[in-house]
């Protein structure tokens, strides 16, 4: 699939309809999302047959445009049970139903109050789309071990209201033990994040794939200024072949800127 077509069929994936701050839910646009996507998959193949895990979902740009790049399974994880409802609304724009259950969720377990399989079908496209839509909170799933991932992609929180959400959300992706991951981050928080992947967190590698400026509408009420941009990095980080077999074997199949800013989440 071209980038163009890509960013055809995610540009009517609806933002959330009623962000909010205390989870730093700012959208992630159509156009940045599809060029992160399509950069993956480009240069690492990264997607395309590839178990593909989204932290922080949010209304499902990310996960949906990893299905319409070829993942079998993708799992979109968020917190927020109104912003996956969003994301199952997105999903009914297309016309096919999905199967039910995608067999690398079947037993996740992230606590009493943490889970609920939000929706298993997306209705979408003419073929189906393998997305599940999981309600939990990353910080309980670092504790787990029994989701199995290839990629992880996110777009996390950026810091900015909740203090050292964006290196809680690396840590719960690389505690997936993951290939790689892929993740959309501050860039003045790059040497902080780079020395805590390496030194920390056991990455064998952590490599800033591209400078991007995401352009942020306002959406909250202290927002003063109709958009802003904000530099980003898309990251790479790869992790050691031991972490990633010991996460499958659980299961069969920055520190941010207290700035105020328009910034973050999917």
């Known amino acids: 699939m071209k980038l163009k077509e890509l960013h055809a069929l995610m ?11 205390q ?13 992160m996507l399509y950069t993956i998959e480009s240069m690492f193949n990264a997607i395309e047959g590839n178990i593909v895990v989204d932290l922080g979902t949010g209304t499902g740009m990310l996960a949906i445009g990893a299905a319409l790049l070829g993942s079998p399974c993708v ?11 969003v994301a199952h609304d997105n999903c009914e724009q297309f016309e096919d139903p ?14 009493a109050d943490a889970l609920q399989v939000a929706h298993d079908n997306c209705e979408q496209f003419e073929d189906p789309l393998p997305i599940d839509f999981v309600l939990c909170d990353v910080n309980q799933l670092q504790q787990q071990q029994r989701l199995q991932a290839d990629t992880v992609i996110m ?3 950026f810091g900015t209201k909740m203090k ?13 033990g993951p290939k790689q991951i892929y ?16 030194k920390e967190l056991g990455c064998t590698s952590a490599e800033v794939l591209a400078e991007l400026r995401y352009n942020l509408p306002a959406t909250m ?3 003063k200024q109709a958009s802003v941009d904000i530099e980003v990095d898309l990251w790479r980080f790869e992790l050691p072949a031991a972490a990633a077999a010991a996460a499958a074997g659980g299961y069969s199949s920055s520190e941010g800127d207290d700035e105020e800013d328009q910034s973050d989440n999917a």
């Open 98 to 111: 999905l199967p039910l259950g995608s067999p690398c969720v079947v037993g996740l377990d992230v606590g």
């Open 183 to 198: 993740s959309l981050n501050k860039s003045s928080t790059r040497s902080h994040i780079q020395k805590v992947a390496l």
């Open 75 to 85: 799992v979109g994880l968020d917190v927020d049970a109104d912003a996956l409802q």
């Open 221 to 223: 009420r202290f927002h």
């Open 23 to 35: 989870l730093e839910q700012y959208p992630t646009g159509a156009d940045i999302a599809s060029r």
């Open 11 to 21: 540009q009517d994936i609806e933002p959330f309809a009623q962000p909010k701050v």
């Open 164 to 176: 050292g959400a964006d290196m809680a959300f690396l840590r719960a992706a690389c505690s997936l």
């Open 155 to 157: 777009n996390p929180p």
